[in-house]
């Protein structure tokens, strides 16, 4: 583990910390899909992002989720070490977008790392200012694009962080991110084919214009 970890944090940690989380740190491989976190449930590690996607979604009374952002490689979620500092209850759901290779770090060494190790601090600060851009520009989206350009970027967003011109999703999917039907995201899909945008495929899509 510590090789890996030298490898995508280590221009980041200084060795001492590096240590110390290869120490407690719990190595954690999970598919595509499986929950990492969910709503309500008590926090008690953080995930650092080895390699791989995590979406990370809120859900109203109603049970309907919509995507918040993304997080990849050398990244973690900040909502998640807000509810570790506070000793509180998770408000998101983290789903692995891809198979995913994390670090789970116990919450026990956040506050003692936030004043031990200034690269920490950093990185802990960083991440909450990058995330907190994502929520902003999510927020816009949903307030000021509209639903075609909304669908736009979801794509863009999902093929950056695949690494892939060739999603595979269904329209269902799509539909349950962006928190509206698969009638909308289906007649949407083909109207962006039919101005060149992409290529739709069964449960697939390619896009062209990245």
Known sequence: MIEELKQHYGYL???????????????????????????????????LLIS?????????????????????????????????????KSEIRAIAETPATLIMVPVQ????????????????????????????ESIDAIAFLKMDE???????????????????VTHQDIAHDLHTSRVVISRLLKKLENEGRLKLHRNQIHMLDL
């Open 52 to 88: 791989g996607a995590l979406k990370i979604l809120r859900e109203d009374d109603k049970g309907d989720e919509l995507l918040l952002y993304f997080i990849e490689q050398g990244d973690t979620c900040t909502m998640s070490i807000s509810c570790c500092m506070g000793n509180s």
């Open 150 to 168: 909304r669908l736009l970027k979801y794509l863009k967003d999902k093929a950056m962080v695949n690494h892939n011109e060739m999603i595979s």
């Open 13 to 47: 940690f200084e060795d001492e910390l590096l240590e110390e989380v290869n120490q407690c740190g719990l190595y954690k491989e999970v598919p595509e899909g499986f929950t990492l976190m969910d709503i309500g449930q008590t926090i008690s590690h953080m995930p």
């Open 109 to 136: 060494k956040m506050g003692e790392w936030m004043s031990k190790y200034r690269s920490w601090q950093n990185f802990i600060l960083q991440s909450y200012h990058e995330r907190t851009v994502e929520l902003l």
